[in-house]
């Protein structure tokens, strides 16, 4: 049996339909069918510019965002796919807060409900730091789509790394 584990919190009968799913493969042709795009925001400024635009729709009460980036550093495979942090500063007799939002590389191209997944996540733990109830209630406010789409990058994120591990198994 197959261990998937992007699906791990997942109930067994959703991992044996998603096994079956690969073994037929007909993984990739399904998701390429669900999100056919690919989102056009592929610099730093770009995304800051649609974080921002998102942040502005839903938590105009938050302190401003300092920086947000694609970052090539962070691994999915220590699930990373973006990460919120706030960085102090002293400046002279000023403590200088600035909030980081930074979005894993390998999201570039990828769909742009993928992408509002990870802002919506990350601009969530603005307001809430844990995993809780409200955090979940926070992001599907922002996005009503948000747990079909996490779940969605989850069979994305399963059919890259079979993707991945399927070539470097072919001469």
């Given at each position: 049996?197959?261990?998937?584990?992007?699906?791990?919190?997942?109930?067994?009968?959703?991992?044996?339909?998603?096994?079956?799913?690969?073994?037929?493969?007909r993984l990739d042709a399904m998701l390429a069918q669900?999100?056919?795009?690919?989102?056009?925001?592929?610099?730093?400024?770009?995304?800051?510019?649609?974080?921002?635009?998102?942040?502005?729709?839903?938590?105009?009460?938050?302190?401003?965002?300092?920086k947000v980036v694609y970052d090539s550093k962070l691994?999915?495979?220590?699930?990373?796919?973006?990460?919120?942090?706030?960085?102090?500063?002293?400046?002279?007799?000023?403590?200088?807060?600035?909030?980081?939002?930074?979005?894993?590389?390998?999201?570039?191209?990828?769909?742009?409900?993928?992408?509002?997944?990870?802002?919506?996540?990350?601009?969530?733990?603005?307001?809430?730091?844990?995993?809780?109830?409200?955090?979940?209630?926070?992001?599907?406010?922002?996005?009503?789509?948000?747990?079909?789409?996490?779940?969605?990058?989850?069979?994305?994120?399963?059919?890259?790394?079979?993707?991945?591990q399927d070539r470097a198994h072919k001469p």
């Open positions: 049996m197959q261990a998937l584990k992007y699906l791990v919190g997942y109930p067994e009968p959703v991992q044996e339909r998603v096994r079956a799913l690969i073994e037929q493969g669900k999100y056919p795009d690919r989102h056009a925001v592929r610099s730093d400024g770009q995304l800051y510019e649609y974080v921002q635009e998102l942040k502005d729709r839903h938590l105009r009460q938050s302190p401003p965002l300092g691994q999915v495979l220590k699930h990373a796919l973006g990460t919120h942090t706030t960085v102090s500063r002293v400046q002279g007799s000023r403590l200088k807060v600035s909030r980081e939002i930074r979005i894993a590389a390998l999201f570039k191209d990828a769909a742009p409900e993928f992408l509002e997944m990870i802002v919506v996540h990350e601009l969530a733990h603005m307001r809430e730091s844990d995993h809780n109830k409200a955090f979940y209630q926070l992001c599907t406010h922002m996005a009503p789509e948000y747990h079909q789409w996490e779940f969605d990058l989850r069979l994305y994120l399963t059919q890259r790394e079979l993707g991945v």
